[in-house]
T-cell receptor
Framework: NAGVTQTPKFQVLKTGQSMTLQCAQD?????MSWYRQDPGMGLRLIHY???????DQGEVPNGYNVSRSTTEDFPLRLLSAAPSQTSVYFC????????????FGPGTRLTVL | AQSVTQLGSHVSVSEGALVLLRCNYS??????LFWYVQYPNQGLQLLLK??????LVKGINGFEAEFKKSETSFHLTKPSAHMSDAAEYFC??????????FGQGTELSVKP
């Protein structure tokens, strides 16, 4: 049981490049979410999903796209990277939605030059 | 809309002293409240959660939190700090709408 996995662990992009951050979980959790963590700002919710085929916006969705074609996977796409998207990104999953314990991945540290 | 405010971005205590980390929330519906801990270069892990069953919630590692509706607070306490408690602590509020919102975090330092 690997829990929540994220790839890559580190990534450097140039402004304007696109990329996809991968997130997978093997716990059969319906609820998955993406957060970004910036110093002094805590974790801010980007997008979340309550099940396959269903996604919704969080607090800071601009510049990011998500899709949920399977229960296991919830990729986060940066369409045109900007320096303001330099951050640490965490994926999480939960059996009880936003009311349940969240299981976090190890994070992806992204730098946009 | 729901929100969380953590008072104090950095708290420093001596080993053996009381730990008190403050959290206030706003929510238009009965909230589910959480405290998470993050050790350096790691993801977050759950310390404890309030789900309306009892106002005093006990968590792991000797931490507990008390839900006070009249004060819209959910402060985290531990009677005696250990060096291993040094970490960043996050308060969060969730509801059935699907959004889990975190506070800004409080970094706890423990002095020997």
């Amino acid at each position: 049981n690997a829990g929540v996995t994220q790839t890559p662990k580190f990534q450097v992009l140039k402004t304007g490049q696109s990329m996809t951050l991968q997130c997978a979980q093997d716990m059969n959790h319906e609820y998955m979410s993406w957060y970004r963590q910036d110093p002094g700002m805590g974790l801010r919710l980007i997008h979340y999903s309550v099940g396959a085929g269903i996604t919704d916006q969080g607090e800071v969705p601009n510049g990011y796209n998500v899709s949920r074609s399977t229960t296991e996977d919830f990729p986060l796409r940066l369409l045109s990277a900007a320096p303001s998207q330099t951050s640490v990104y965490f994926c999480a999953s939960s059996l009880g939605g936003a009311r349940g314990e969240q299981f976090f991945g190890p994070g992806t540290r992204l730098t946009v030059l | 809309a729901q929100s969380v405010t953590q008072l104090g971005s950095h708290v420093s205590v001596s080993e053996g002293a009381l730990v008190l980390l403050r959290c206030n929330y706003s929510s238009s519906v009965p909230p589910y409240l959480f405290w998470y801990v993050q050790y350096p270069n790691q993801g977050l892990q759950l310390l404890l959660k309030y789900t309306s069953a009892a106002t005093l919630v006990k968590g792991i590692n000797g931490f507990e939190a008390e839900f006070k509706k009249s004060e819209t607070s959910f402060h985290l306490t531990k009677p005696s700090a250990h060096m291993s408690d040094a970490a960043e602590y996050f308060c969060a509020v969730g509801n059935q709408g699907g959004k889990l919102i975190f506070g800004q975090g409080t970094e706890l330092s423990v002095k020997p």
